[in-house]
Every structure is written in C-alpha cells, then in structure tokens.
C-alpha cells in the first residue's frame, strides 16, 4: 500500500508534508494519536493543513536513535492529535534521555520530564506575556488567514494575556535573503545520512552514502524518478560541495544563530520576556527551526467558502474553499510544558476544529471499537 496521501477538507486536497500521512491518520481519527519528524515544517505545516494539533519538540527532547536523518541540529519528532491534550500525552510519553542520542543529555533539571498534561490548564493564558512580530508575518504571513489572526489576538486578551505587539525580528528579512537556513541543512545532511546508514543491521544494497543513496533511487523503477526528482541531493552533492566537517560550516551555523536567536524569536523573547511568540502557522516555522526552538500548532480557521481553487505541479489543491489552517506558539528552548498551557487554553476558548467540514470521514470513532 503507498501513494499520495490527501487532506480530508477538499477532493485532492494538498495535506502538505513531509508528516502527511500522520496528519491525515489523525485528522480522521484512524488513530488516537500519530508521530511527526521535522526539521523545518514538516510537523507544523501538515497539522495546520488538516486542521489539528501538531506538537515540534525542542530538538533532544526526545530521540532520534535511528529515525532517518536530515540534520542533527533541527530534526525532531512530535506528536500529531486532534487536541492538545492528546499531544501533551503522547510527547510525555516520548520524552526523555537517550544515550543513543546526545543531544538528549541537554534536557533541563537532569533529564527529569515536566508534566505535560498537567499543564493543560484554562487559566494558562492569565498573565501570559505574548508578543506579535509583524515584520516576520508581512514576509511570510498568508494575508487571508490575517482575520482570524486578529480575532484570536482578541480571544487571548480576553482571557488575561498580555499582548506585546509589535515586537520586531530585526534580521527577519536579511535571514530569509541570505539562504543560510539552506546551507546548514545541506551540510548536515550528508554528514548524517552517512552515519544512520552505516548503524543498520541490515543493507541490501549496500548504500553508505548520499551519492550511493542519489544513484539508487536514480535507477530503481520504486523511486519513481525523474517524477521524484534528485534535485537537493545534487545541489549538496554538486553545487555547495562542503558538509557540516568543512571551515564554511562554522560561519553559516554562527549566522544562522545570531538571525534566528539575537536577530529573530530568541532575541524577541529575552528582550520583551515573553512567554511565547505567536503567527500563523503557514510559512512562519522557519523562524523557529535554525535555532531548535519550540512550536505547537493549533487549528486557527478555514478558508472562505468561495475561496478559488488552486493547484500545484503535482494537481493537489494547495488554496480553494474551506481549508484549514493554525496558530502557532513559539518559544525559547525546552519551554514546551508552557506552550501546553497557552495552546490548550486557546483551544478550549475557541473548538475551532470543531467549525471544520470535511468532504470524508470514517463513520466509527476509536472510542466505538475500544467500547467493544
């Protein structure tokens, strides 16, 4: 069983990816709860596409131990659900050190795991410190979904929070200009790749590395290709020509640093002390990524009812009537546990999934099956 996975609010809908099928599973309610991978959107993105909560755990907050690799730095797994009090039980599940994984023993307080689920409270939001960072929203911001946006900000006001408007990622534009987000991905890549490959206990064709794995999937009839294309693993591989062991690297890492920390989200925080950074969730991920921090996804409307329907390459909608898209909590390192709360406090004000129309979905629930 394989192919195209599609999102359940409208035929061929794009359910974006990379965690596509976890998104969709859980939206549906084909299971309770599924797991994501990220490195920069591939949890956030599907989750606000198919209208549920998708959890990007600060990187090392739950291991990686030989979960496919594209950067040490950033990939991460969290949980996909259809509320946060989902998530918040599937991430304490996962949670935790990991000697197979180093960047684990970096968990505060030695390792020991907040409650998550304990943190799913309403008052959450009463005191909360939040700020707006309307220069990083005009660059990558969808301006349809800025209604909403504007309504939730009055949800959150309502119910005790501090809004700080107007904060400002003072290298938001330069960041995005300069392609280093690219380049520390792409130098990690092949780095890592390398090293999960040479930990299987089983390799039948005997790949050891990304040019082993480029030529493979260029002549196996399974891979799909020229449809499935090669086209980053030759920019890696033939274009940069350095990897995360080369000179270059350190100077884009420390840039890449300094945009997304000084110049960007952590910089933001620490200057206004803010509990978290809010944004739609579309397009505003990237911010968080470079420096591992923290986001929770959670459904913040749908499109207009007469929205145009549009496709991309590959003939998934990608805009069109009631699609779905989220709200984002973004925070400093390992504050998951808080952006629990906000989100969750968010949620139960406002049961915005529950406004959703999907064109199918199963007739029996989970809880149906488990009665039995």
Not at 223 to 238: C, K, N, S, V, Y
Not at 255 to 260: A, D
Not at 316 to 324: A, F, R
Request: charged share 20%; with cysteine; glycine share 10%.
């Amino acid at each position: 069983m394989g192919g195209q996975a599609y999102g359940p609010y409208y035929p061929g809908q794009d359910p974006s990816g990379s965690s596509s099928g976890s998104a969709v599973a859980s939206a549906l309610g084909l299971a309770s709860g599924c797991l994501g991978t990220e490195t920069d959107g591939s949890i956030l993105s599907p989750a606000s596409k198919n209208s549920i909560v998708g959890i990007k755990p600060t990187p090392g907050l739950t291991s990686r131990d030989l979960v496919i690799p594209i950067s040490e730095r950033q990939d991460t797994i969290g949980p996909m659900t259809r509320t946060v009090k989902d998530a918040a039980i599937l991430l304490q599940a996962i949670a935790g050190v990991d000697p197979h994984d180093n960047y684990t023993s970096a968990i505060p307080n030695n390792g020991v795991i907040p409650d998550y689920v304990s943190a799913c409270q309403l008052p959450a939001l009463s005191g909360a410190r939040i700020g707006i960072s309307r220069n990083m929203m005009e660059l990558r911001a969808v301006n349809t979904q800025i209604p909403a946006f504007e309504q939730a900000i009055s949800v959150l006001k309502a119910a005790g929070a501090t809004i700080i408007d107007n904060i400002n990622f003072p290298s938001a534009a330069e960041f995005l200009d300069s392609g280093v987000k690219d380049l520390i991905i792409q130098a990690d890549f092949p780095v890592n790749l390398a090293s999960y490959l040479s930990q299987l206990t089983e390799n039948p064709n005997n790949l050891t590395t990304l040019a082993e794995v480029r030529e493979f999937t260029r002549s196996s009839n399974n891979e799909e290709f020229p449809g499935r294309d090669t086209a980053l693993w030759d920019r890696i591989l033939f274009e940069q020509g350095w990897d995360n062991t080369d000179p270059r690297f350190e100077d884009a890492y420390r840039r890449t640093l300094y945009y997304n920390g000084e110049g960007g989200l952590l910089g933001a925080i620490e200057r206004h002390r803010l509990d978290a950074v809010i944004a739609p969730s579309d397009g505003t991920h990237t911010f968080a990524a470079g420096v591992g921090a923290p986001v929770i996804t959670v459904p913040l409307g749908f499109s207009a009812p007469d929205a145009a329907v549009v496709k991309n390459s590959r003939d998934l909608v990608i805009s069109g009537p009631n699609l779905p898209f989220g709200l984002s909590f973004m925070g400093a390192k390992f504050t998951e546990a808080k952006l629990i709360g906000l989100a969750y406090a968010f949620e139960q004000k406002t049961h915005i999934r529950d406004e959703g129309k999907m064109y199918i979905s199963p007739k029996t629930e989970l809880i149906d099956v488990i009665q039995r």
